[in-house]
């Protein structure tokens, strides 16, 4: 059963007060909200906004929330939900939720591992070719009517360079397969070795001899700028830096010194510090900057993927049966086995 958050007090409810609460901070995939529609033990409610969520916690005991990318669970939020067993993230990462307060209270935190590694390998790669071979200056020119300006494009091919990987997780892994087939030298630094086919080195010969990095961290208060100026000055002017993983990895205004001071070549990116970022950011106005608005995941199939995997665990947790394994990231800290 659904209440919907938006005009809330004008219609009449439809709960059942037998059924657990299901609360939505976000919108889902349709077959996300299919399932939730088809869920008859579960009411599910939806709060987009300050005020429906203020009134969804004025009437209802939450039992547990589905969250996407923006929708902020916090300690404040926690405390005045008593009866919360699960918070669920439709995606992979999850800065946007308090983990360790949650963790503290013994409610699991639930995301969807590896749903988005394959889209975002792919999104990293095309970001590294375009970059690369300067393809949207190539587009732009012909769409411009400047065919002849052709004699003056310059671009390169990734065949044998050497890609550095930061961060050797699901998706590391598999943009460094795409890389390989592509003919290009992989090596990798990690917070530990993998069982990989390519090179662990440590962080600065990485920052030292690759032709171009690619960030697969998450953002933690270890990874937050990470790449500095210390890291940009050891890194090959004609370097490229590429990064579908947290803005916060990088330190912003430096990027902006390095790129103006050709201590790096260009910059391409799915994710930035500040989200949107200013209209007037002078990042965005060079010409050796490549970025998409944080959609690496936002593919129909990856979308779908993520919600209905999330709401399916979420709705067997609430159910007390057996969700996919490794779902609950906390589920350690839990003890969980």
């Not at 890194?235 to 830096?241: D, E, G, N, T």
Request: aromatic share 4%.
């Amino acid at each position: 059963m659904i209440s919907e958050g938006i005009n809330l007090k004008t219609q009449p409810f439809t709960t059942n007060p037998m059924n657990k609460n299901i609360l939505l901070l976000e919108t889902v995939a349709d077959d996300a909200m299919q399932m939730l529609e088809n869920a008859t033990d579960m009411n599910i409610l939806t709060a987009y906004d300050e005020a429906s969520l203020n009134h969804q916690l004025e009437n209802y005991a939450i039992d547990a929330i589905i969250t996407r990318g923006k929708g902020q669970v916090r300690e404040s939020l926690m405390e005045q939900l008593p009866n919360l067993k699960v918070i669920s993230r439709c995606g992979v990462g999850l800065d946007n939720i308090d983990v360790s307060s949650a963790t503290k209270k013994g409610i699991k935190v639930v995301n969807a591992p590896n749903s988005n590694a394959d889209t975002i390998a792919e999104h990293t790669i095309a970001l590294l070719l375009m970059l690369q071979r300067n393809l949207y200056n190539a587009v732009s020119m012909v769409k411009d009517n400047r065919w002849v300006d052709r004699g003056s494009y310059i671009g390169d091919e990734s065949h044998g360079k050497t890609l550095g990987i930061i961060g050797m997780g699901n998706i590391g892994k598999k943009v460094a397969k795409i890389a390989t087939a592509l003919g290009m030298h992989v090596v990798y630094w990690s917070s530990k070795k993998e069982d990989v086919p390519y090179s662990f080195v440590e962080f600065n010969q990485l920052l030292n001899t690759s032709d171009s990095i690619s960030l697969h961290l998450p953002l933690t208060s270890k990874t937050e700028n990470l790449i500095n100026a210390s890291a940009f000055s050891k890194m090959k002017p004609s370097a490229l830096l590429i990064n579908t993983a947290r803005g916060g990895i990088i330190d912003q205004k430096e990027l902006l010194i390095a790129l103006n001071d050709k201590k790096i070549a260009g910059f391409a990116a799915d994710v930035l510090a500040q989200e949107p970022p200013n209209e007037n950011d002078p990042l965005l106005q060079l010409d050796n900057v490549l970025v998409t608005a944080h959609l690496g995941s936002l593919t129909k199939t990856t979308y779908t993927k993520m919600c209905t995997m999330t709401v399916e665990n979420t709705l067997a947790i609430l159910r007390n049966e057996q969700p996919m394994a490794n779902c609950i990231f906390n589920r350690k800290e839990l003890g969980i086995s």
